[in-house]
């Protein structure tokens, strides 16, 4: 099946820094999502993309299908922005979810 | 419009006994998923239903079973719960199956707690 590899696993940053998350994928998808899943364990859809890029306030995505990788933009960093960020891609009929990248925002 | 929800929200159990989660969409979707998530762990599919009366096997079925009640209820059952099936269970939702080109963004409910003892 498809490898999602996200990185990097951990991530700690000061309020007010912008950061980078990556999402390598190992075939060509259908669509990818970003998702945050917050101190609660509640997931919430950042992105649907397949392709392209998209933004939404201080977040923005970027996805180059034919270079097998996506990339999660975050911008001035917000203590509410911590949590854990999956990259999950759609291919060979099953949504597949990479390892996560653990981000801690410090006041 | 309540989306995705999900019961119960925690439950222990002991080995050998048996449960169904609930899941249940407002979003008038044709498929539903439920998916795993074990410590530290992104989430893995069990099971899904493209569409009223079918289910498939995802990545780790064993020990599951599921019944597409009708259109908008999709639940989970263990039959002989085993410790190793402690975990957060996720169930989504989205407008259709995979179709290369159609949108198809997947919807996520709060997740539900088991322990098993």
């Known amino acids: 099946g498809i490898q999602v590899e996200q990185s990097p696993p951990d991530l700690i940053l000061q309020e007010g820094a912008n950061s980078t998350l990556r999402c390598n994928f190992s075939?060509?998808?259908?669509?990818l999502q970003w998702f945050h899943q917050n101190p609660w364990g509640q997931l919430i859809n950042l992105f649907y993309?397949?392709?392209g890029t998209k933004q939404n306030g201080r977040l923005s995505a970027t996805t180059v299908a034919t270079e097998r990788y996506s990339l999660l933009y975050i911008s001035s960093s917000q203590t509410t922005d911590s949590g854990v960020y999956f990259c999950?891609?759609?291919?060979?009929?099953?949504?597949?979810f990479g390892g996560g990248t653990r981000l801690m925002v410090k006041p | 419009n309540a989306g995705v929800t999900q019961t119960p929200k925690f439950q222990v159990l002991k080995t050998g006994q048996s449960m169904t989660l609930q899941c249940a969409q407002d979003?008038?979707?044709?498929?539903m998923y439920w998916y795993r998530q074990d410590p530290g762990m992104g989430l893995r599919l069990i099971y899904y239903?493209?569409?009223?009366?079918?289910?498939d096997k995802g990545e780790v079925p064993n020990g599951y079973n599921v019944s597409r009640l009708n259109k908008r209820e999709f639940s989970l059952r263990l039959e002989s719960a085993a410790p190793s099936q402690t975990s957060v269970y996720f169930c989504?939702?989205?407008?259709?199956?995979?179709?290369?080109?159609?949108?198809?963004?997947?919807?996520f409910g709060p997740g539900t707690r088991l322990t098993v003892l």
């Open positions: 993309i397949p392709s």
């Open positions: 979003m008038n979707h044709n498929s």
């Open positions: 999950a891609v759609e291919g060979s009929n099953m949504l597949t």
């Open positions: 989504a939702s989205s407008e259709d199956i995979w179709i290369a080109g159609i949108y198809n963004e997947q919807f």
């Open positions: 075939d060509s998808v259908n669509n």
């Open positions: 239903s493209a569409s009223e009366g079918t289910t």
